[in-house]
Nanobody, 130 residues
Framework: QMHLEESGGGLVQPGGSLSLSCAAS????????VAWFRQAPGKEREQVSC????????TYEDSVKGRFTISRDNAKNSVVLQMNNLGPEDPAVYFC???????????????????????WGQGTPVTVSS
């Protein structure tokens, strides 16, 4: 059974760092694109970062460029989101999902909206507070 599980969230002070993990079971994660999304209370789910499966190209939402880094850990069958210099705009529940399960995903690729991504995990919460 295919499954994704996020971990690594928690409470961090402003300017601090967290490393989120998206671990896959039941399949090989590097066969698919992986994206991290976040959703804050009262807001829509937004994509934070994406890493493709073929060429490992990465993309980032403008507000996290230079602060967040997405990478694959194939040995652990996971994707990591390293988040540095966390600020007041970052608190949310962070989710990972895979792209490329359905042919329709390839129309927009990493730019695809949330409905085109599959196998969502339960999310891991990130809180930034002093």
């Amino acid at each position: 059974q295919m499954h994704l599980e996020e971990s690594g969230g928690g409470l961090v002070q402003p300017g601090g760092s967290l490393s989120l993990s998206c671990a896959a079971s039941g399949f090989t994660l590097n066969m698919y694109a992986v994206a991290w999304f976040r959703q804050a209370p009262g807001k829509e789910r937004e994509q934070v970062s994406c890493i493709k499966n073929v060429d490992h190209t990465t993309t980032y939402e403008d507000s996290v460029k230079g602060r967040f880094t997405i990478s694959r850990d194939n040995a652990k069958n996971s994707v990591v989101l390293q988040m540095n210099n966390l600020g007041p705009e970052d608190p949310a529940v962070y989710f990972c999902a895979i792209g490329g399960v359905r042919a329709s995903w390839y129309i927009a690729g990493c730019s695809a909206g949330p409905s085109e991504w599959d196998l969502w995990g339960q999310g891991t919460p990130v809180t930034v507070s002093s």
